[in-house]
């Protein structure tokens, strides 16, 4: 037992001499020359290749001056590179108990590209169906030879183009877009990356699209005069639209009052039959609808007429005429005699009309008009024919 722990220990001390050594010094990222996008965070990191306890890590910068010591960890961070901050870093390792002879080196050279913000340039107004032409610009090129500019529309890439770069030359991209309503709220994106490295630009704009405004128009109630009417307009459209109600070629009557929102209320009066419009107006255009409004009324003031010439006598024709005052124009009119008397049977009746062509004694009677308005409201009237002195 006591044996092999002895070999154990043994083998321990060899190992920790061995590993001691640091055997060769990794750079992250990767490569002898690495680019990176000015303006941007970065950072180096440095490993080695051992299983050192506690390795020692520098940074230098080669440069004429002093020694360039940066930072002694592990790590070299740039939180916005500078095209200044371009050149060779030099990453040194050694272990804690080991000598300076024994340190390893590794180089990487850092070389800085560089490109301006993408600018966008558009209408200001989107309207919807309608094509516009945006255009991404971006310039200030330092190591860039080509630019690959993305353009998405919320994550969609809607299309994707490669250009050179001439020394400090703008490079500019359109795109036609096509918007709809829907795509209110979504950013369209152009992204801009140099020789298809990962570091982008990318300038965002927040549609906003206008449309036109679409009326629906519709009205509460059957339309009979006293009743509490609502008639609404409703629109849609962006921005949103107003909204106004006009009563064509006549002006508004005081008793329907209008509200915001588009709705109008009041009690309707037989006088408010009329064509009325409501018109909903946006920066897009202006939509109008019209209504009729009918107002039904009756039968009122109804009463029997007679067109005879003459005064009533046997022989004469009578011709009895029922009149009422209501709208629309009676569903019916029922004729009767009373009492309890059917209507002579030469009595020839077509609607508001009675006829009776030789009027004779057994002729006589009182007449009834009995009006029947879509309501279901009725109206009657009576008319007394006789000759005079016979009843
Ligand atoms: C490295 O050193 C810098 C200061 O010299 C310090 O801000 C940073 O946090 C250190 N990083 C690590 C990983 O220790
Ligand atoms: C455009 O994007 C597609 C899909 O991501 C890719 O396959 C293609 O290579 C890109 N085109 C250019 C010119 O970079
Ligand atoms: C690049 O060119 C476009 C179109 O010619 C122009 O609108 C834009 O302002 C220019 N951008 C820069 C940064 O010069
Ligand atoms: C649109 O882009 C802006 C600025 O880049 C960003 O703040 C916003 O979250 C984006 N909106 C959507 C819906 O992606
Ligand atoms: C770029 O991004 C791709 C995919 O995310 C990754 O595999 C690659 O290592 C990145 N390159 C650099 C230089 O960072
Ligand atoms: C109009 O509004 C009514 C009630 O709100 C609805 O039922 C109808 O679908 C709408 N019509 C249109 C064309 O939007
Ligand atoms: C307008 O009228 C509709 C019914 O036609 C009603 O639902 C709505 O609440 C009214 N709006 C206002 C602001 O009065
Ligand atoms: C009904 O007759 C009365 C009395 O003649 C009159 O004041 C009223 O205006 C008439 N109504 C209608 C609807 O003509
Ligand atoms: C009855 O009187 C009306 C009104 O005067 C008239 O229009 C009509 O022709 C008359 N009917 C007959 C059959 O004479």
Redesign the pocket.
């Known amino acids: 037992m006591l044996w092999i722990f002895y070999v154990f220990n043994e083998c321990m001390y060899c190992c920790f001499v061995v590993c001691s050594q640091i055997e060769e010094v990794a750079i992250s990222p990767p490569g002898s020359e690495v680019f990176v996008l000015a303006g941007s965070a970065f950072q180096f990191t440095c490993a080695c290749v051992s299983s050192c306890k506690t390795p020692q890590f520098r940074w230098t910068r080669a440069t004429t001056d002093s020694d360039g010591m940066l ?5 070299l961070k740039f939180s916005s590179v500078r095209i200044e901050d371009a050149g060779r870093y030099t990453c040194d390792a050694k272990c804690d108990d080991s000598s300076e002879k024994e340190k390893k080196l590794k180089t990487v050279k850092m070389t800085v590209y560089a490109f301006s913000q993408p600018v966008l340039v558009m209408p200001s107004i989107w309207t919807e169906n309608v094509a516009c032409d945006v255009t991404c610009s971006v310039d200030a090129f330092d190591h860039v030879d080509r630019v690959h500019i993305s353009w998405y529309l919320g994550s969609d890439l809607l299309k994707n183009e490669t250009q050179q770069t001439l020394d400090a030359a703008n490079v500019s991209d359109t795109l036609t877009l096509t918007a709809l309503r829907d795509h209110t709220g979504k950013n369209l994106t152009c992204e801009v990356k140099a020789d298809m490295r990962n570091n982008s630009k990318q300038v965002s704009y927040c549609l906003d699209i206008h449309y036109a405004p679409k009326i629906n128009i519709s009205a509460s109630s059957s339309g009979m005069e006293e009743e509490e009417v609502v008639m609404s307009c409703r629109s849609n459209g962006h921005p949103t639209p107003t909204i106004e109600w006009e009563r064509k070629g006549e002006v508004w009557p005081k008793n329907l009052h209008r509200h915001a929102q588009g709705n109008v209320t009041g009690r309707l009066h037989r006088s408010n039959q009329g064509v009325y419009q409501c018109v909903a107006k946006n920066v897009v255009s202006e939509a109008k609808e019209e209504m009729k409004l009918e107002v039904q009324y009756g039968p009122e003031n109804t009463s029997i007429q007679s067109f005879s010439l003459q005064a009533i006598s046997f022989g004469v024709q009578l011709n009895l005429t029922c009149l009422s005052d209501m709208y629309p124009k009676a569903k019916q009119y029922i004729w009767t005699r009373i009492p309890d008397m059917a209507l002579p049977k030469e009595a020839v009746v077509t609607n508001s009309h009675l006829i009776i062509d030789n009027f004779q004694e057994h002729h006589q009677g009182i007449y009834e008009c009995r009006v029947i308005h879509h309501s279901g409201n009725t109206e009657r009237a009576f008319y007394t024919a006789s000759v005079q002195g016979t009843i």
């Not at 930072?71 to 790590?75: A, D, F, G, R, Y």
Request: glycine share 0%; no cysteine.
């Open positions: 930072t002694k960890n592990s790590t």
